[in-house]
């Protein structure tokens, strides 16, 4: 049998231990790219839709002001896109920093309220209109009563649309400035 060297049983276990280095390094490297890359992905994603729900909104506000109803299409617009929204939570954690994760879904659940407010009253006041033009009682109150309720309230969502609306541009402010 032969002698192994002591010196060769150390060269082998430092080569050993400098590969498992250099692959540590370089899984290390990989993932961190990785993960940047999934980050501007993510950015890229949730600002073009952040970006095109600005606009439904607007196109909401123009035609509660034109025509003094919420559009059954715009609405149902919003609630795609949040429910693409509502898709990219599970990957918020691929954005910079907390505060952007938690404003995140702090604003995509203000939007899912608000317009979930809005299909509500804009729903209840079609009801009523319908039960007032086939003259049957309505259930809350006289016609004139309801479109007070209307227009007040739709001012009140109009003001949270609005806010929402603000804070996406802020929102979109802090992904894009690195």
Same mark, same amino acid.
């Given at each position: ?26 899984? *290390? ?9 999934? *980050?501007?992905? %993510? !950015? ?24 003094? /109803? /919420? ?6 617009? %919003? ?14 954690? /691929? ?6 994760? &938690? ?19 804009? *729903?209840?006041?079609?009801?009523? +209109? +319908? ?5 049957? +009682? ?9 479109? &007070? ?6 001012? !009140?969502?109009? @003001? ?7 804070? @996406?541009?802020?929102?979109?402010? +802090? @992904? *894009?400035?690195?």
């Amino acid at each position: 049998m032969e002698k192994i060297e002591p010196s060769s049983v150390l060269l082998i276990f430092l080569g050993s231990v400098l590969t498992f280095l250099a692959t540590l390094l370089v899984e *290390t490297i990989k993932n961190n790219r990785e993960a940047s890359q999934r *980050t501007v992905n %993510l !950015q890229l994603l949730i600002r073009q839709e952040l970006i095109f729900v600005k606009k439904l909104l607007e196109r909401l506000k123009t035609t509660l002001e034109l025509k003094n /109803y /919420y559009g059954y299409d715009i609405l149902d617009q %919003l609630v795609k896109s949040l429910g693409v929204l509502e898709s990219y939570k599970k990957d918020v954690i /691929y954005l910079t920093t907390i505060d952007q994760q &938690e404003e995140y879904i702090d604003l995509v659940s203000d939007l899912s309220s608000s317009l979930s407010n809005s299909r509500s009253l804009q *729903t209840l006041f079609d009801t009523q +209109k +319908k039960l007032h033009d086939e003259d049957s +009682k309505l259930t809350i109150g006289t016609f004139k009563e309801l479109q &007070e309720y209307f227009n007040q309230t739709k001012l !009140q969502y109009s @003001i949270e649309f609005v806010e929402i609306k603000r804070r @996406i541009d802020e929102f979109l402010k +802090k @992904i *894009t400035d690195k």
